[in-house]
C-alpha cells in the first residue's frame, strides 16, 4: 500500500492528539493524587525560557491545524490560547481532533508538490508539500508533544514510553 499525504498527516496527527489526551488525563489524575491544582500541572515548564504545559498543547493543536490547513486547503478554526484548566484544554483537543476529522482525504490530491510558505518575522521558506510534511510541520508537531510528555515527567507523572506511543494496532502479524 502506497502512503498518500492524507495518510501521512491527518490520521497520524489525530492519533497524537488523542496520545496528548490521554496524557492530560493522566496528569489530572496525578494532580488530584498529589494536591495539585490544575495550574500547577498547566503552567509547568521544563525551563525558564520554555513555555508551559497549557502552551505545548496548545501549539500542537496549532501546530496540526496549520500543517492540515497548508495541506489540504481547508481553513482551520482559530483558538485564542486562553486554556488553564484541564478540562479547557481536553476541549481544545477536541476541537482539533473535530476539524481533523472532517477532511476529505480527496482535498490532499496534489499536496506533496504544493508550494508552502512559511513566513517568520523576517524569515520566508518554500517547501514542496512533502518537504514541509517531512522537514517542518511533523517535527514541529512532535516537539511540543515530547515536551509536554517531559513536563509531566519532571512533575513526576507516571507516564512511559507506552504512554507516549498510544496504542498499536499492527496490520501485519508473524
Known amino acids: 500500500m502506497s502512503v498518500s499525504m492524507y ?3 491527518v490520521p497520524v496527527l489525530i492519533r497524537s492528539l488523542d496520545v496528548l489526551a490521554s496524557l492530560l488525563d493522566k496528569a489530572a489524575a496525578h494532580a488530584e493524587e498529589k494536591g495539585l491544582s490544575d495550574a500547577d500541572v498547566t503552567s509547568a515548564r521544563l525551563a525558564e525560557d520554555m513555555l ?3 502552551a505545548q498543547i496548545q501549539r500542537a493543536s496549532d501546530t496540526s491545524k496549520a500543517t492540515t490547513e497548508r495541506l489540504s486547503g481547508v481553513t482551520a478554526p482559530r483558538f485564542d490560547d486562553t486554556e488553564t484548566t484541564f478540562a479547557e484544554l481536553r476541549e481544545r483537543i477536541a476541537k482539533t481532533t473535530a ?5 476529505d482525504a480527496g482535498t490532499f490530491e496534489g499536496a506533496d508538490t504544493r508550494v508552502v510558505t512559511i513566513k517568520q518575522k523576517d524569515l520566508e521558506m518554500k517547501f514542496s508539500g512533502a518537504e514541509y510534511l517531512f522537514q517542518f510541520g511533523l517535527p514541529n508537531f512532535y516537539f511540543h ?3 509536554a ?3 509531566l ?3 513526576g507523572v507516571p507516564v512511559g514510553k507506552r504512554d507516549f ?10
Request: glycine share 4%; charged share 15%.
Open 145 to 147: 508533544i515530547v515536551t
Open 149 to 151: 510528555y517531559d513536563i
Open 153 to 155: 515527567r519532571h512533575l
Open 165 to 174: 506511543i498510544g496504542p498499536l494496532e499492527p496490520s501485519v502479524t508473524a
Open 99 to 103: 476539524y481533523l476529522k472532517a477532511i
Open 7 to 9: 495518510r501521512a498527516t
Open 52 to 54: 508551559p504545559f497549557s
